[in-house]
């Protein structure tokens, strides 16, 4: 197995939004954190949580670390042997209501990915997603004959952030599993690499 490369702005990203979001509480789930961990988190202690459900701070802290963390999230979601059936729920909406792309952008990629077809064939398309999730997003639409259609189309350069997420993602396991004497019953680091 090839040496991890830790990314330290990655890294940096990550403790920013579990500060921001407050996610030493999913401490309160069961996970055995050392002690050193434990003494490292005190101070957050002092900032109040940005909501009362820690499920509900989980889900927006993986929405904005991005595409492979909203993965995480879904595949996290269901497994209720590892999660209370409280923050299953909340990160199971990670599966079809992530929030879209500015509509400008998305109607442009659709534009884009259709070339000349788009202008010859589309009477309109809705600028707000019927549903967004990780990876890409569906719009509402309808031909120039009246035909009502979906278009489900990438996000933009998703491909690239992937990788690199997956990267952070694999140091953030391997580091996880170091730290938490109960993580690696989890499997996080084959979990990442089987994404790849």
């Given at each position: 197995?090839?040496?991890?490369?830790?990314?330290?702005?990655?890294?940096?990203?990550?403790?920013?939004?579990?500060?921001?979001?407050?996610?030493?509480?999913?401490?309160?789930?069961?996970?055995?954190?050392?002690?050193?961990?434990?003494?490292?988190?005190?101070?957050?202690?002092?900032?109040?949580?940005?909501?009362?459900?820690?499920?509900?701070?989980?889900?927006?802290?993986?929405?904005?670390?991005?595409?492979?963390?909203?993965?995480?999230?879904?595949?996290?979601?269901?497994?209720?042997?590892?999660?209370?059936?409280?923050?299953?729920?909340e990160l199971a909406s990670l599966?079809?209501?992530?929030?879209?792309?500015?509509?400008?952008?998305?109607l442009n990629t659709i534009k884009?990915?259709?070339?000349?077809?788009?202008?010859?064939?589309?009477?309109?398309?809705?600028?707000?997603?019927?549903?967004?999730?990780?990876?890409?997003?569906?719009?509402?639409?309808?031909?120039?004959?009246?035909?009502?259609?979906?278009?489900?189309?990438?996000?933009?350069?998703?491909?690239?952030?992937?990788?690199?997420?997956?990267?952070?993602?694999?140091?953030?396991?391997?580091?996880?599993?170091?730290?938490?004497?109960?993580?690696?019953?989890?499997?996080?680091?084959?979990?990442?690499?089987?994404?790849?």
């Amino acid at each position: 197995m090839k040496p991890l490369s830790i990314s330290i702005s990655g890294l940096a990203r990550l403790a920013r939004v579990a500060s921001k979001y407050r996610l030493d509480r999913l401490s309160t789930l069961g996970l055995r954190l050392p002690f050193w961990l434990t003494v490292l988190l005190l101070p957050l202690r002092l900032k109040p949580a940005p909501n009362p459900n820690v499920g509900t701070d989980l889900k927006l802290a993986l929405i904005e670390l991005g595409p492979a963390f909203i993965k995480l999230g879904q595949l996290l979601s269901t497994r209720r042997d590892v999660l209370p059936d409280s923050v299953s729920d909340e990160l199971a909406s990670l599966q079809d209501q992530v929030p879209g792309i500015d509509s400008t952008l998305a109607l442009n990629t659709i534009k884009a990915g259709l070339g000349d077809y788009f202008e010859s064939h589309f009477q309109t398309i809705n600028p707000i997603p019927l549903a967004a999730a990780s990876i890409a997003q569906v719009h509402e639409g309808t031909l120039l004959d009246g035909t009502q259609i979906v278009i489900k189309f990438r996000r933009p350069g998703i491909k690239a952030l992937i990788l690199k997420d997956l990267t952070l993602l694999e140091s953030l396991a391997a580091l996880l599993n170091k730290a938490l004497p109960d993580a690696s019953r989890l499997h996080l680091f084959q979990i990442v690499r089987d994404y790849r």
